[in-house]
């Protein structure tokens, strides 16, 4: 079983270096040290589960520790129960464009979804199909990109948070190393409700947390 690195449950990241940096330097910095992007969030549902699926790249080893590493295709599939369904495992069969691949969603420890990750990259009009395979029957979503129609991208989003962080705290210590982790953030399957979400981690442990609308580019919630 492929081994899943969960996010932390609002948050997702990005890398920088403030180190003797000028305000000028530093989105020069985050972009050449990216430890997580993700470009691409697409949704579905069946009777019984809302599926969601994330894609982009990641370093790995995969830390909170605010140094950047190489950088790893993932694509993570996550269910969440919508209806009255109970099961002991749930198989899946996962079809995107012209590949196939199967096996069990495991238990994501920090909320109530079912998660995989594929270790792997899709494209934003890759064709996806999930079967969720349950003892008496198969149901199966096809997923929409919802990130196709957001006008904020990830490095869009990722200007606006370190211009919020840089602006709210002027001074952050520069003498540490960053990084950075962006997500999309589904706050309700069922309202369709999707955010940015940048979380800034330094080297000392400090964390920076942004919630950016992906429309307007808003700064909706901040935790500094």
Known sequence: MKKIFYLLPIFCFFALTLTGCSGADINTYIKSNVSEDCSCYFVGETNNFYVNLFSGKREQPYKLDGVANKM???TIVSVQKRGDVSFNELQYCIEIDDKT?????S???YDNTLDTDLEIAVSADSKIFVYIKLADNTEVASLNNVSNNFLINSTTA?????DEVIATKPEIDKSLTYECFIQ???KDD???LYFWIVNIVSSSGDMYNIIIDTTTGQVL???L
């Open 72 to 74: 790893v295709d993932y």
């Open 101 to 105: 691949y199967e096996g069990a969603f």
């Open 107 to 109: 238990p994501n420890p």
């Open 158 to 162: 990722l200007d606006i948070a370190v």
């Open 184 to 186: 999309v953030l589904n």
């Open 190 to 192: 069922n309202a369709h």
């Open 221 to 223: 919630a901040k935790k």
